[in-house]
């Protein structure tokens, strides 16, 4: 028998999901997701192809007490849909500043799911933080449209690794300010 980790982070309720923590139960359908290239490559952490136990240790760090990042599952199955739609990270930085990320199922891609949980998260503000940041991938302006749909303002273009493409990335960076 496995117990799964009971994880102390703020469960949000949306119109058409809750954001719950990870549970190892999840492992099957975030593998799923996550070992589609396309889901894959708009990650900066996530290799493709996906390894043997990567989804198990990616799980293992978001339930540690002393994890570095809050991930949340989309989790739309009291609303008849997936238990799974995605996962939307929270990684608090220094100064009352927090850094966000998603990703949405590809069958659940230009639904709203990801405005929505990012939309939550600003609300509910779990962190406490006065500034939000994040960074898109420039190949990837769905996601940017998500963000400036929240309020996100964009601050300029950097780049980043992105693991399953093996190489440097350009990223739009976005900021938003919380009132």
Do not use: C
């Not at 990870?22 to 290239?37: M, P, T």
């Not at 998260?121 to 990837?140: R, Y």
């Amino acid at each position: 028998m496995k117990i799964d980790t009971i994880v102390n982070q703020q469960v949000i309720e949306t119109p058409r999901m809750t954001l719950r923590p990870v549970r190892r139960s999840d492992a099957g359908l975030l593998e799923h997701y996550i070992a589609d290239e396309r889901v894959a490559r708009g990650t900066r952490t996530f290799p493709h192809p996906l390894p043997p136990g990567a989804i198990e240790a990616f799980i293992t760090r978001a339930q540690d007490e002393n994890r570095r990042e809050d991930v949340w599952v989309l989790d739309g199955s009291a609303h008849g849909h997936a238990e799974v739609v995605g996962i939307l990270g929270l990684t608090a930085l220094d100064r009352d500043q927090s850094q966000i990320s998603y990703l949405v199922a590809p069958a659940f891609w230009n639904t709203g799911f990801a405005s929505e949980a990012v939309g939550a998260v600003i609300e509910a503000n779990p962190h406490g933080f006065q500034t939000l940041f994040a960074e898109v991938f420039q190949d990837n302006p769905a996601s940017a449209r998500v963000l400036t749909n929240a309020g996100f303002e964009y601050i300029g273009d950097a780049e980043a690794f992105s693991v399953a493409r093996g190489a440097t990335v350009p990223t739009w960076t976005y900021l938003r300010a919380v009132a």
